[in-house]
């Protein structure tokens, strides 16, 4: 009977299929939805980019830091978000899949900072075990810049905050800038003679009038007190040392332009009206302006500065002689090169080096250089590349005596050599040769280093030996090191601390008309010390703190001394 009931069983069949039809067809219906939906992960990567991008953007749109700690703050936060966006991933694809967005991210929104952000990638420990991944980075952060619009699409993604880091990053990062936290740079100390009082440290105010988003122009002013216990640089053994305190007023303009574009520059002016409490030396008033100008498409990249200026300073060479007076003179700077990629790994670098002293005291030795340096680097790897290189420089003396001619052949390496220590060294062989005189020899060197301690405390060593001209038309060999260490204590304190030695060899005075030979086989032994600390109050303040202590050892009696100097300066912002 069973068997004769087909349309019955059929039926039966039917209703316990319909139950796993209906379920595959409502699947079916939703899987596309799921589909599209972006999972976790994607979520937090976005999330980063976009936070990135903004950090980034922010940082290099600031008004109130230079380029140079631009670029520190964008590499530490572009590595500390590759740290935490590749934690605990084993992938090597995976890793650099994440790093590569946030390279394009970062790079858009900041495009003339493309070379620290890609570096800042490559160092990361994740990245540094895939071979590939340098030349794969440095691509992306270029395409990323070059591409039209990318600081219209960085402006438009809607600013999300960076996902958790503080696991990869103990103290809180000083390297966003808002309106309340601004951690303003102090310029480098003035290194012009070893009698050069040095530059004031604390940073100027500024009231900033912005023309558009890829320029601003800004007005800042200074207020300095400085006392200086030996103007003259009296001889430690003469007992009449003369003290006085200095006060200057310095108001000054600014002008920056391509903080978004491959092309940048700045142009600055200030004028310090300087006043001697004591009378040891007349008031005056002094100016200074400088500029500058870079460009790099990552084939070729130019740079170029100029810088003019007035200077009322102790002299060492004349201190020497017994005389007491504040030399006045004007100093003109100039440089450009450019360097171009000729093949994949190699480059070629040449330009032009102008420098022009001229004193406006009587009898003293101005001096004309112009030196034509060319340079032919080859990459040994993604991060250090190899170089060698020739230069030619002329020193005309301004009082017409004889012309100098200069000769530097030299090797060296340039890059990063490790995670944290970046720069340039070289090793030179140097010559010189004045009208009829002997041609000197002098193995030579040059080198820039710096090292970052922490992400908040960087420290630099400056070193190089070469010849010099002297105040009085001497022939120098001059050997210099310095060393000096910053910190950024909090978004408001920066600390700094640094000490440096020079060794200044006196020949004859070749270059002066008269050609006589005054303190031939002098020899000084320069020391200078320094201590600063900068406070941020408001926006609109910013006060700073420096002492410096100098001894000069000389085996010439009237040239030994020792000076201290204290100045405080303060910076308005309106």
């Known amino acids: 009977m069973i068997f004769t009931s087909r349309p019955l069983f059929r039926c039966c069949i039917f209703l316990l299929l319909v139950p796993a039809i209906v379920t595959n067809a409502s699947n079916a219906k939703s899987a596309p939805a799921r ?15 976009d936070g990135l991008a903004e950090e980034i953007k922010e940082i290099a749109n600031s008004h109130a830091i230079s380029r140079a700690k631009k670029e520190k703050r964008i590499s530490t936060a572009v590595r500390v978000a590759v740290i935490a966006a590749t934690a605990y991933r084993d992938n090597p694809n995976d ?55 990318n600081s219209r699409r960085a402006t438009a993604r809607k600013k999300q905050p960076l996902p958790p880091i503080a696991e990869y990053n103990e103290m809180p990062s000083p390297d966003r800038v808002t309106d309340e936290s601004v951690t303003v740079e102090s310029p480098e100390q003035s290194t012009g003679d070893m009698g050069e009082y040095p530059a004031p440290r604390g940073s100027s105010g500024a009231l900033k009038f912005t023309r558009d988003r890829n320029s601003n122009f800004s007005v800042n002013a200074d207020v300095s007190v400085r006392h200086d216990d030996n103007v003259y640089l009296s001889s430690n053994d003469s007992g009449n040392k003369t003290g006085d305190t200095i006060i200057a007023v310095t108001p000054g303009v600014e002008f920056h332009f391509g903080q978004n574009s491959l092309a940048h520059g700045s142009a600055s002016y200030k004028n310090a009206l300087t006043r001697y409490t004591g009378n040891t030396a007349p008031n005056v008033n002094l ?18 500065n100029a810088a003019f200026q007035q200077l009322d300073q102790n002299n060492a060479d004349v201190a020497a002689l017994g005389q007491k007076t504040i030399i006045r003179q004007d100093v003109l700077s100039a440089n450009a090169s450019v360097e171009a990629h000729v093949t994949a790994k190699t480059s070629v670098k040449t330009g032009i080096n102008y420098s022009k002293t001229d004193y406006k005291t009587g009898n003293l030795v101005g001096s004309q250089e112009t030196e034509v340096p060319v340079k032919i680097y080859y990459e040994m790897t993604p991060k250090v590349s190899l170089f060698t290189g020739f230069s030619y420089r002329r020193v005309n003396p301004q009082n017409g005596g004889d012309s100098g001619r200069d000769l530097d052949y030299n090797i060296g390496a340039r890059g990063n050599f490790t995670a944290k220590l970046s720069g340039e060294v070289s090793l030179d ?55 000096r260490v910053s910190s950024d204590l909090t978004p408001q304190w920066q600390v700094g601390t640094g000490i440096s030695y020079r060794q200044v060899e006196y020949g004859a005075s070749v270059f002066s008309v008269n050609n006589h030979s005054v303190l031939i086989e002098r020899t000084d032994n320069y020391w200078e010390g320094d201590v600063q600390v900068s406070y ?20 010439l009696s009237a040239a030994q001394f020792s000076n201290n100097i204290v100045s405080l300066v303060l910076g308005l912002r309106y």
Not at 38 to 46: D, F, H, L, Y
Not at 472 to 478: A, F, M, Q, V, Y
């Open 429 to 483: 062989n140097r010559t010189r040769t004045v009208g009829d005189n002997p041609r000197e020899n002098l193995w030579g060197f040059n080198g820039s280093l710096n090292y970052e301690i922490t992400p908040k405390t960087t420290s630099s060593l400056v070193f190089s030996r070469d010849f010099n001209t002297g105040a009085l038309g001497e022939s120098l060999k001059n050997s210099n090191y310095s060393f």
């Open 287 to 304: 100016s200074s302006g400088a500029a500058d100008f870079g460009y790099d498409s990552g084939t070729v990249t130019i740079a170029s």
């Open 35 to 49: 589909a599209t939906r972006p999972t976790a992960i994607s979520v937090e990567r976005s999330t980063a980019t």
């Open 95 to 149: 890793i650099l899949g994440i790093a590569l967005e946030l390279t394009q991210s970062a790079a858009a929104a900041a495009p003339s900072f493309a070379e620290v952000i890609a570096k800042a990638v490559s160092f990361t420990p994740s990245l540094a075990r895939i071979d590939s991944a340098p030349g794969q980075i440095r691509t992306a952060a270029f395409a990323a810049a070059k591409a039209p619009g």
């Open 536 to 555: 941020l109050f408001r926006s609109w303040l910013t006060a700073s703190a420096d002492y410096t202590l100098r001894h000069n050892h000389s085996n």
